[in-house]
């Protein structure tokens, strides 16, 4: 397959050559149409393909409050009265999100002592479903805390052995109510389990930056540098910038990555800030249709748009920076190696109606084609048959 008079991220155009399942070569362009920008592979680095109640009847969020635990109580009211299986809703929403380019996904799988490891198994299925057309590195999530939803701990290990790849955390002062206590046994866990981590983190202000640090200490003293990851990370963008810029220094220097989902209304972690001190940060979903949110499509040049409309940011090359929070970084994070728009790459690219990257963002025009190791998956927004 050859696609013709292409347009690069960088600018150049050329005719792109594929062949089996691989970038074979970029050469000079043809004097044809002008085929698209393309685009390598979004990447969803958070998303919870459990909790989506995405293809059911509209369901009424009935939180009866707005804290996280409110809404903790709430999901598992939601959960009790479903008509549709986590198999069946986490499709769907793959399948969405596969139409809109999203290659490669981190996804948290809730884990507590009422669901036992039932939806690890549910998104298990729809891993070995999809496998052959995207990655879906699984997070065993404890989504009601560890000390307050005893047992947990147990079967987050257990989770890790039946085939999910990293250990999850929950604000461990604001729903545990114990730092030390609950980052020890997800560290042990981890340590056990050969897994990295990745941790929700809502905790805001001095609390919240009290636990990142502990979180970049333990990754240090236990060289998982490069391997733990804090969602959300509020606290961040909830202090003065004197103390967010050593706490990214302490985030930097143990190799701990943050994730952003353009939080609506909490403090949103300083992007440009921990980029400048070495902070590897990423972007992902988070809540798509679900208990906690009505909200999300799992389109990743929307939330890129997000995130940058939240950042304030303007320029182009900001929007090339939210752009590789969606793509590359997304994929370094996940650990994706065979990644990227290079000869000899894997042919997995995303094609828009854009003329630059920043376009891209700002206008998140469809997709009009997915192509995955060489094969056509999706055209117009929607996968083919
Ligand atoms: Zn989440």
Redesign the pocket.
Known sequence: MILRNALLPDGSRHDIELKDGRIAAFLPPSAVEAFGLILPPLVDG?I?LDKTLLGLPWVPNQAAGNEVSDRIVAEREVRARRTASETETGANLVKQVLASGTLHMRT?VDVDNQLGLRNLEAILQVREQFRHLATIEIVAFPQSGIARSPGTAELLDEAISQGADLVGGLDPVGIDGDLEGHLDTIFAIAARRGAGLDI?LHDGGESGIAQVMAIAARTKANGLNGKVAI??AFALGSVPHDLAARTADSLAESGVAIMSHGPGAAAMPPIKLLRERGVEVFAGS??IRDAWSPFGNGDMLDRAMMIGYRANFRHDSDLELVFDLVTAAGARVLGVADYGLRVGGPADLVVVEAASVAEAVATRPRRKVVIKTGRLIARDGALVP
């Open positions: 958070h919870h948290h929700h969602s959300h988070d809540n």
